[in-house]
């Protein structure tokens, strides 16, 4: 969480990092601020709220320099406010910086310098690295912040500037994600990718333990011991245009309307004239062959992706699958052998505790599979083996893209161990290929009948609480159309397996608790019809998600939704997309800030 940009270099700096910090406030945004050189010293403006807030302090006022930082905040360590922002700076006012994490001994580094007659203007645990940068200043900035990194216990990725060093940029990590932009005669720092693609695809992943001096011509990498390192350059093949809006209002319902093209884009890498393309790689394929248990970790949505996986695993692969959340995971001492595969599933790449899952199971000796949207994250860097999303770059916090290719890389994987392993036919893989290839088009029915799902949400957008329920593979699209509507709108929302719901749940219904119902034509859907009878007995109202032809859910629904016939296996699929489009339309009628929910951010990388 929290976003840092840093510039150096010809463009008007003021521009380049608060539209890269605009590119980052998923990360956070309850404070930003921005740090320059300029000709009498430096230039810092920080105010709480969102980056608009800053737009306004600044009145427009152009930055003269060539150098320049940002953050935009999620806060961890002190409340937002105004002293809080970063980026923090020393006494003396000569040096600036961003932080993105935790320092976890800031307590004592500030009693020390306090001690040494540093004075401290906010709460943060960010502001001793100034102060230590002071301390150490002894002629090179770069030296100084080596010595000052060197004290610090936690996580961080940072950004320094100096009036006293007009000329460069550094940049440092430790466990929070840090990335160069090389640009021509010019250089950039961000968190992020989507802060530096309209300037350059040329990337530098800077990895743990590295340090970056950028120059507007050209660029170093040390290690904190102060040796250089060579680091190769990757080429970002986003598109500038992806992390735009693209006449869309908001970056959720974009990436929601984006999804027939992401399961598309993944099927044509994935599956190839029926054959199934995730295992090529004769070691993973050996790994996962010889792996008599599959434990997954991750958190939110991608938990919820890791739920449909167990369901397909054990169905069509038959592997023992078992789904955790890394935050609990990470700290249960899990009895974990040399037979479990551990599988790690994240957009981002870099949620702390599911990167703090992946080292556990590598510390173990265990070897790691991960899913995973960001190319180059985290995760992906230290996981055995990854497999790509191929989503693109999702902003809107809510994930919802990113979610649905997630889910088809699970389906594709469990197809492609079941025929490896003899427990489906050949036939049986080709009929599957041929109902995953229409995928795409469901889909882009599903959002053709938009305007059917805004009228739903238009009748029900003032209920205070919701009930989502579903069975068998639905039960996690119930628990992830619950959470959607829940972070999005601020609408309590619980999710529940419909079989379970008779043993509490169920005393919460009466006509003010909306039923959502999940129950697509599946091998359970006569189960799930039962428990739908026992709410419309009790007079509750329910909105049904069911299978076109359907007539008997419908019966007993207050509202139906149709969702178009496809394999019990591919449902969760089709049938989370029109409960992502009932939370934006409730979310848009409650007049909230559907791309950045209060509290939330997109990128949790802290524990
Ligand atoms: C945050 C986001 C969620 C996301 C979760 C896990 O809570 O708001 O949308 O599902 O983190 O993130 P990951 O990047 O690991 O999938």
């Known amino acids: 969480m929290c976003g840092i940009v840093g510039y150096i270099g010809n463009k008007d700096v003021g521009s380049v990092v608060l539209v890269g910090l605009e590119k980052l406030e998923y990360r956070g ?13 430096l230039f810092v403006k920080k105010k709480m709220g969102r980056l608009s807030n800053l737009y306004a302090l600044l009145e427009n006022r152009r930055i ?3 150098i320049a930082i940002g953050h935009t905040r999620w806060a961890t360590h002190g409340r937002p406010s105004d002293e809080n922002a970063h980026p923090h700076t020393d006494c003396k006012n000569q040096i600036a910086v961003a932080h993105n994490g935790i320092i976890e001994n800031f307590k004592e580094l500030r009693s020390e310098l306090e001690s040494k007659g540093h004075k401290f203007l906010s709460e943060t645990d960010s502001e001793v ?9 002894d002629g090179s900035l770069f030296d100084a912040v080596l010595k000052a990194i060197q004290r610090l216990e936690g996580a961080f990725a940072i950004a320094v500037v100096s009036s006293l060093e007009p000329d460069v940029l550094i940049g440092a990590r430790k466990d929070s994600p840090l990335i160069v932009g090389v640009g021509d005669g010019e250089m950039l720092l961000a968190s992020d990718i989507p802060a530096i693609v309209s300037h350059t695809h040329r990337v530098i992943i800077l990895d743990n333990g590295e340090i970056a001096v950028l120059k507007k011509d050209g660029y170093q990498i040390f290690d904190f011991n102060g040796q250089k390192r060579e680091k190769a350059v990757t080429i970002v093949d986003w598109d500038a245009k992806s992390v735009e809006l693209e006449g869309f209002p908001h970056f959720m319902l974009k990436e929601i309307f984006e999804q027939p093209h992401v399961i598309e884009a993944n099927l044509h890498q994935y599956l190839r004239n029926n054959e199934f393309m995730l295992l090529k790689d004769t070691n993973l394929r050996r790994l996962l062959m010889n792996k008599r248990s599959i434990l997954i970790e991750a958190c939110g949505t991608s938990f919820h992706a890791g739920m449909v996986g167990r369901y397909l695993i054990e169905k069509l692969a038959k592997i023992d699958t078992r789904v955790e959340f890394a935050s609990e995971f990470r700290y249960r001492e899990p009895v974990i052998d040399q037979n479990v595969l551990i599988m790690a599933i994240s957009q981002s790449g870099e949620t702390a505790d599911t990167l703090a899952g992946v080292r556990l199971a590598k510390e173990a000796g265990l070897e790691v599979l991960s899913i995973v949207n960001v190319r180059d994250s985290s995760i992906a860097r230290e996981s055995d083996y990854v497999i790509y999303t191929n989503a693109g770059p999702e902003i ?8 649905t290719a997630q889910i088809l890389i699970l389906t594709l994987l469990a197809l492609e161990l079941a025929v490896l392993k003899g427990h489906i036919t050949e036939e049986d893989a080709k009929g599957y290929a041929d109902e995953l290839r229409l995928l795409p088009g469901r889909l882009a029915q599903i959002l053709e009948k938009d305007a059917q799902i805004q009228h739903l949400a238009e009748k029900y957008y003032n209920f205070n609480n919701f009930m989502f329920l579903g069975r068998g593979i639905n039960y996690p699209t119930a628990l992830e159309g619950a959470l959607k509507l829940k972070e999005i709108s601020y609408i309590h929302a619980t999710g529940y397996a419909s079989g379970e719901m008779k043993h509490g749940p169920i005393a919460l219904v009466d006509e003010n608790m909306p039923v959502v119902f999940v129950n697509p034509k599946t091998s359970v859907y006569e189960k799930a019809l039962s428990n739908m009878k026992e709410i419309e007995a009790r007079g509750g109202r329910i909105i049904s998600v069911v299978t076109e032809g359907d007539e008997k859910a419908p019966e007993i629904s207050t509202d139906v939704f149709y969702i178009p016939k496809t394999d019990e296996l591919l449902t969760p699929i089709v049938s989370i997309v029109p409960l992502q489009l009932f939370a934006y339309h409730v979310a848009v009628l409650r007049g909230c800030d559907v791309d950045k929910p209060r509290n939330l951010a997109k990128s949790v990388t802290v524990e």
């Open 129 to 137: 690295i100034p102060h230590l940068i002071e301390e150490y200043y």
């Open 396 to 403: 809107g916090v809510a994930s919802t893209k990113a979610y």
């Open 29 to 41: 945004y309850d404070s930003a601020g921005i740090a320059a050189v300029e000709k009498d010293g």
């Open 64 to 66: 003269d320099g060539h």
